[in-house]
């Protein structure tokens, strides 16, 4: 099967969780399948990151834009009532790029990642798919809620927008997949809509335990210019961390990860290293004794919890991370629906060592069972050759996440 992949940036460096999901599934895809890729970036690439995914592409194809043109088209998107995101993918000269290159690939079937890349996509007549991802319009709406004054209105225009645009698409492609449960019924608002649940995966061999010095209590990562990822870091140590250095005040954290904001930078003290940009985040997982994912806000499956806990770091987060995740509270993570119940976790998990080795043992065993690349492909590339093929989808099994066998909820009594 020919399979022309269309994504709004290159998916390398795997440093935003959108450029994960596309770069592995491509990966596997490209094993059985020719591959080509459509994407935009704004900034210049190395050789090295363009072979990382070339690699396993018949083709790649990048149209280079500015930042100074995507503000602009997505202010003249916001002034007209439309999606600031779509806008600022947007433009005459990518659309027009993507129809020529289309034309030459002549592909079997489109596979497009989220509804930015929609306005380049809806007048071609080929077979379409699109990776929703994650329920945008509900990952800004929570944000909106959280923030204030102007910011707050333009928030909460963006995710009006943006859920206009998550319903045009579903008339706009032939299928829809989306990362999980709950970010499908956001989206899908009428009940015969057939959305496929397309899980992540995680790379077993790459994020491996490995017994080291623990040098730090507790670690968060991400990338630190993402609001929900800013928001989380935060609260962790604003809010969470005073109420734990009651009662531990020595305890340390560390905020691993890429393009710190003020806000961010502004956390750094005596006990709270702020990192920056890191070659390998394996490192700062493992030297931690347990990782806190204090998510307030955002969208689809927290992948910082499935490396951490892939690699045998017992997991504290919220109900917000956890309702995607799946994982049963106290048995395979601790989750806290408060800043009480999120120090008081904190504080448990660090003094006892019997119940650290059990939620790593039992988090481990938790993504490995629920969550593979090769198993998640395998659907996605299912529902790709029926589009191909416009054949009608297969219904997916209630009471679990397919192809992974997931559960639903994320049971369990939380605290």
Same mark, same amino acid.
């Given at each position: 099967m020919k399979i022309l992949a269309v994504l709004p940036r290159f998916p390398y460096p795997l440093e935003k969780g959108d450029k994960l999901r596309a770069y592995h599934q491509l990966k596997q895809l490209a094993k059985s399948n020719q591959i080509y890729l459509f994407c935009t970036t704004h900034s210049k690439l190395s050789d090295e990151e363009i072979e990382a995914? =070339?690699?396993?592409? @018949?083709?790649?194809?990048?149209?280079?834009?500015? $930042?100074?043109?995507?503000?602009?088209?997505?202010?003249?998107?916001? /002034?007209?009532?439309?999606?600031?995101? *779509?806008?600022?993918? &947007?433009?005459? =000269?990518?659309?027009?790029?993507?129809k020529q290159y289309e034309k030459k690939v002549n592909p079997d079937v489109l596979y497009c990642q989220m509804v930015r890349t929609m306005p380049w996509v809806e007048k071609s007549k080929t077979a379409k798919v699109i990776d929703y991802q994650d329920? *945008? =319009?509900?990952?800004?709406?929570?944000?909106?809620?959280?923030?204030? %004054? *102007?910011?707050? +209105?333009?928030?909460?225009?963006? @995710?009006?927008c943006l859920e206009k645009a998550e319903q045009k698409a579903l008339t706009v492609f032939d299928r829809y997949t989306i990362i999980s449960r709950r970010d499908r019924r956001a989206v899908r608002k009428e009940?015969?809509?057939h959305i496929d649940v397309v899980t992540n995966g995680i790379d077993f061999d790459y994020f491996a335990p490995q017994e080291v010095e623990k040098t730090a209590d507790i670690v968060f990562c991400g990338n630190m210019q993402y609001e929900p990822n800013v928001n989380a870091a935060k609260f962790l140590v604003e809010r969470i961390m005073p109420k734990v250095w009651r009662t531990l005040p020595d305890t340390t954290v560390v905020l691993a990860g890429a393009e710190p904001t003020k806000a961010v930078r502004a956390l750094a003290g005596p006990k709270v290293t702020v990192t920056g940009w890191v070659e390998d985040i394996r490192p700062y997982y493992r030297s931690a004794r347990i990782f806190v994912a204090p998510m307030l806000s955002g969208s689809g499956l927290q992948n910082?919890?499935?490396?951490?806990?892939?690699?045998?770091? #017992?997991?504290?987060?919220?109900?917000? /991370?956890?309702?995607? *995740? %799946? @994982?049963?509270?106290?048995?395979?993570?601790?989750?806290? $629906?408060?800043? &009480? /119940?999120?120090?008081?976790?904190?504080?448990?998990?660090?003094? &006892? /060592?019997?119940?650290? $080795?059990r939620l790593s043992e039992n988090g481990r065993a938790f993504v490995q069972k629920n969550y593979s690349w090769i198993e998640s492909v395998k659907y996605l590339e299912l529902?790709?050759?029926?589009?191909?093929?416009?054949? +009608?989808?297969?219904?997916?099994? $209630? %009471? +679990?996440?397919? #192809?992974? %066998?997931?559960?639903?909820k994320g049971s369990g009594k939380t605290e």
């Open positions: 995914v =070339s690699v396993f592409c @018949a083709d790649v194809k990048i149209v280079k834009t500015t $930042k100074a043109k995507s503000i602009l088209n997505a202010a003249i998107y916001f /002034a007209t009532g439309r999606s600031l995101q *779509l806008g600022y993918w &947007d433009s005459c =000269s990518t659309r027009n790029a993507f329920a *945008l =319009s509900t990952n800004v709406a929570r944000r909106a809620k959280m923030s204030s %004054g *102007l910011w707050k +209105k333009i928030l909460n225009h963006e @995710a009006v009940g015969d809509i910082k919890l499935l490396e951490a806990m892939a690699m045998g770091i #017992p997991c504290v987060t919220t109900l917000v /991370a956890n309702g995607t *995740l %799946g @994982a049963t509270s106290k048995q395979e993570i601790l989750v806290g $629906k408060c800043t &009480d /119940a999120m120090a008081s976790h904190i504080v448990r998990l660090l003094g &006892d /060592a019997k119940l650290r $080795k529902v790709l050759r029926q589009a191909a093929k416009k054949e +009608k989808p297969n219904k997916q099994k $209630k %009471g +679990k996440w397919v #192809p992974n %066998g997931n559960r639903t």
